[in-house]
């Protein structure tokens, strides 16, 4: 099993540009997860899945927006990135249960100019 | 809104002493979790606390729960090199999604 896996590791977007960030996880996990890491301030979550078709915001939703159209996938997306968005993007997964052991997978580092 | 405070935010310590990380959270929780991250890494699960009074081990580390002071400590017993990370404790807060609130992270150093 690859686990939690992130697509791109890296990427350089200058401001008002879009992308997509990819988040794919082979373990059959229900729930899904988008955080942000800046320094010294912990990870934040940005939005979440609790299945298929559904999503919700987290603490800092504004400016991403994400789609859960496979069960295995979890995409955010940046509509127009701006410089506050610079930061370490991380995917996390579990399954359905009683306790919340999130998987993370490896990051994204965003830099945007 | 569920706050939850990591102490010391950076410690650095010698080799073979013993130190405490302690995870304080603002509302009624059973459950929080440690992880561990290295430098430019993802993060890695350590413990799963699940109630009141829980102590699990794992090596040099041993992590507890104090729901009703609604504390979590991480112990280092002996600390060795490889112990340098950043360690994070996260709170369940209950709500619908298991959504989890981290703390800022403990950024330890271990020096030989």
């Known amino acids: 099993n690859a686990g939690v896996t992130q697509t791109p590791k890296f990427r350089v977007l200058k401001t008002g540009q879009s992308m997509t960030l990819l988040c794919a996880q082979d373990?059959?996990?229900?729930?899904m997860y988008w955080y942000r890491q800046d320094p010294g301030m912990g990870l934040r979550l940005i939005h979440y899945s609790v299945g298929e078709g559904t999503t919700a915001k987290g603490e800092v939703p504004d400016g991403y927006n994400v789609s859960r159209l496979k069960k295995q996938n979890f995409l955010l997306g940046l509509e127009s990135a701006a410089p506050s968005q610079t930061s370490v993007y991380f995917c996390?997964?579990?399954?359905?249960?009683?306790?919340?052991?999130?998987?993370f997978g490896p990051g994204t580092r965003l830099t945007v100019l | 809104e569920l706050k939850v405070e990591q102490n010391p935010l950076f410690l650095s310590m010698q080799e073979g002493k013993n130190y405490t990380i302690y995870c304080n959270y603002s509302?009624?929780?059973?459950?929080l979790y440690w992880y561990r991250q290295d430098p430019g890494k993802s993060l890695e699960s350590l413990f799963v606390l699940l109630s009141n009074g829980a102590v699990k081990q794992e090596g040099r580390l041993m992590a507890s729960l104090d729901t009703k002071a609604r504390l979590s400590t991480l112990h280092i017993t002996a600390a060795v090199h490889d112990l340098s990370a950043t360690y994070f404790c996260a709170v369940d807060s209950l709500t619908s999604g298991s959504r989890l609130t981290f703390g800022e992270g403990t950024q330890l150093t271990v020096n030989p």
């Open positions: 996390a997964s579990k399954p359905r249960g009683w306790y919340n052991e999130q998987f």
């Open positions: 373990m059959n996990h229900e729930y």
């Open positions: 509302t009624t929780s059973d459950r």
